[in-house]
């Protein structure tokens, strides 16, 4: 050690000693001989940096070209190399500390460790791309493109940063780690308070990661925050949701844990959209069907077997019981809005846009002082928004024109009842 520290002090001495030959000074001939250092030592390292990163880049794009992925062009989009090079002159500089603060002990002691700070940043700026580059390159995966590689990103570079940081602690104040986190835990409930955000994000993002609760691309509907969209991004601290309307609505990602939403990902990975609407029909026009009645609507083709082999059968049973059909309410009997009901099964049976594989159901409702609700369940083979609304308009539009047809209505309530007050001002009659 102490030979290499009199190389130092010799190779320092040259121009120092050439400078008190001329009648220069001692305090003054070692300041320009720290200036003269300095400045040479700046300029081979930036000599070196330049070389350093001349000969990386030749080296990263012919490896670029004989790479069969394109990891590294994310390498190079997110700097790698040339932080990477900046190292070497990093290093060169700081070899060259004792050198150039031979004469300025203290001086050497704060560059010493300005250098190894610096050191210690581009380090993490390298850590930073390096995990950057990765996550761009996954995302063109489609294995890893509705993952939420942000928060993954995140959690690692806050243990980066922490270990960074107690780096550079360590090194400004001479000190051990030990005294640091001795320090760390008196402060703690400031600490956890301060970051209380960050820390339940980082909680929230792993729940929401390791129970797949949320990935990006998924349609999600959040009421307490407004929103109805698609997720397009997901952060440590908050999940990003393009609405239908292409507004931008954030939300908190704990609020995943904490509050209730609505992930549609299980109907779109599904066979279908469900359809689940009812029909309210009129009490009133509910009735038995005579003979003529259901010879009437024998002409319907959709319901025409099914209303000649109901028809036998109800009578065979009729007559081997020796029902007095003089009442229609004896026995058994066809109704109009039974009929009505195999009609909407046979008719979403034979739509093109129902899927037939997945549950397919015409049911009547408990009738309640609007009438009667027929429900219609059933799935869109089209998951896709638009054609799933047209889809289902399609359907009702048909079923509320053939209702006539059953000699049935909808039920809608009275005009006199729906304007109990005039639109402008109290009602003359009853002020």
Known sequence: MSMKMNMYTDLNRILYDHLLK?????????????????????LLAALVDFVVWKILRTISVRLARKSATNFDNYLVAHRVPRYVARIVPLLLLFEAVPIVFVDFERGGSIAHKLFQIILVVFTLLIVKS????TKDYLKTKPRYRDKPLDSYIQVFMIFAWIIGLLTIFVIITDTTVWKFFTALGAASAIILLIFKDSILGLVASVQVSINDMVRIGDWITFDKYGADGDVIEITLATVKVQNFDKTITTIPTYALISDSFKNWRGMQESGGRRIKRPLIISQKNIRFLSDQDVEDLKRIELIRPYLMDRNEKIKAHNQSHGVDKGLAVNGRNLTNVGVFRKYVQEYLGQHPAVNKGMTLMVRQLQPGTEGIPLEI???SADKRWENYEYIMADIFDHLLAALPFFGLEIFEWP???ILLKPPHGPNPKTS
Request: proline content about 0%; glycine content about 10%; hydrophobic content about 50%.
């Open 415 to 417: 005009t006199s009842q």
């Open 130 to 133: 390096f995990f950057r580059s």
């Open 22 to 42: 001329t009648g220069v000074g001692e305090e003054v001939a070692a300041y320009l001989n720290l200036l003269v250092l300095l400045i040479g030592s700046l």
């Open 377 to 379: 369940y059933a799935f």
